[in-house]
């Protein structure tokens, strides 16, 4: 196995999650408090929006970590065993979670903005695109598994025979 | 290997090629004359954007179709064989092109986030190169599992 393949995906992965980290600490404390001083009557959302998005990130940082982990077992030979399903299971569970959030998110937008004439267009396809990418992910991680499954048992035949 | 799931993907993988092609249709003449306007002595700029841009749009259409086939030789169960590996580096070389292609037109980018004064405009310019050049490296990796899947499978074949 080529190194110098997998330790680039490991630096993606880290880099992915620094400024998703980044994000995660500076800008939407920011966007939090702006809002509240913009909209003084849903001021008291800024707490519970935090929060929520603090929630919604920490799967996406579980599936990252976890991918870590799959490229560290593809170092090591290690890819067709089980503990790669298990890391796959884990990403495509986190994925799924990923999916209700948005979905979750995209109700309460509708029902906070219910009557007060804003236009919330932008913010529903934005999440329905963001939908759309993950349920791609869940589905070809879950194709993966499956394959991986196949070459698992294949292998553990052949080490019985051997 | 259930097929709901890679009816989904071949579904994704078409939605995928859409707006792409309504970005060459619409975007791309666009862009050119931005450029234009960005370079005025280099009236040929506009060609040479439009080229590039159109010459990009070959090769992901090429990966997106070696996607599909990939697909179909998963609902086959013909995934661990010669044709599979021979997609993936298919894809491999697109994005590599891919990648090579949009690298040319970050001086344009450059540009202008000089003019309007906003360096951010560098980074979105390095999105697509960078995206494509980690599928690239992912489709190596997958590659390289694939090979040794399909080894491990001919060694049970011998076996039995």
């Known amino acids: ?3 110098w393949a997998t330790f680039f995906l490991k630096g993606v992965i880290i880099l992915i999650g620094m400024v998703v980290l980044g994000l995660c600490i ?26 929520a998005a603090y ?17 560290v077992y593809i170092d090591k030979n290690n890819a067709f065993t089980e503990l790669s399903l298990r890391a796959l299971k884990v990403i495509k569970r986190c994925t799924i ?11 309460s937008v509708v029902i906070l903005s219910a009557g007060t004439g804003e236009d919330i267009t932008g913010i529903i396809s934005l999440g329905f695109m963001l939908t759309f990418a993950s349920s791609i992910i869940a589905t070809f991680v879950g194709v993966l598994q499956k ?13 019985l025979i051997v | 290997m259930k097929q709901v799931s890679t009816l989904f993907l071949k579904i994704a993988v078409i939605l995928i090629g859409i707006p792409v092609l309504a970005l060459c249709i619409f975007l791309v003449p ?14 040929s700029i506009k060609y040479l954007v439009s080229i590039v841009f159109y010459a990009s749009a070959i090769p992901f259409y090429f990966a997106l179709y070696q996607a599909f086939k990939l697909l179909r030789y998963i609902d086959k169960n013909i995934a661990f064989s010669e044709l599979s590996v021979k997609a993936l580096k298919n894809i491999k070389y697109c994005a590599i092109t891919i990648s090579c ?25 390095m999105v697509v190169p960078f995206a494509s050049m980690v599928i690239a490296v992912f489709a190596a990796v997958l590659q390289k599992l694939l090979k040794e899947a399909i080894d491990i499978k001919s060694e049970n074949d011998l076996t039995v």
Do not use: C, W
């Open chain 2, 30 to 43: 666009e862009l050119g004359k931005l450029a234009t306007k960005l370079l005025p002595g280099f009236a």
């Open chain 2, 101 to 125: 292609l949009h690298v040319l037109v970050l001086p344009l980018f450059y540009l202008f986030a000089e003019k309007d004064d906003a360096p951010g405009v560098i980074f979105v310019g």
């Open chain 1, 26 to 51: 500076f800008l939407l404390p920011e966007i939090a408090s702006r809002d509240a001083e913009a909209h003084p009557e849903t001021a008291y959302l800024q707490y519970p929006f935090l929060l």
């Open chain 1, 55 to 71: 929630l919604f990130s920490t799967p996406f940082f579980i599936a990252l970590y976890q991918a870590f982990k799959l490229l």
């Open chain 1, 147 to 159: 394959l991986v499954k196949v070459v698992v048992d294949i292998k553990s035949e052949n080490d």
């Open chain 1, 97 to 107: 979670t990923i999916i209700a959030f948005i979905g979750a998110g995209i109700i």
């Open chain 1, 1 to 3: 196995m080529n190194r």
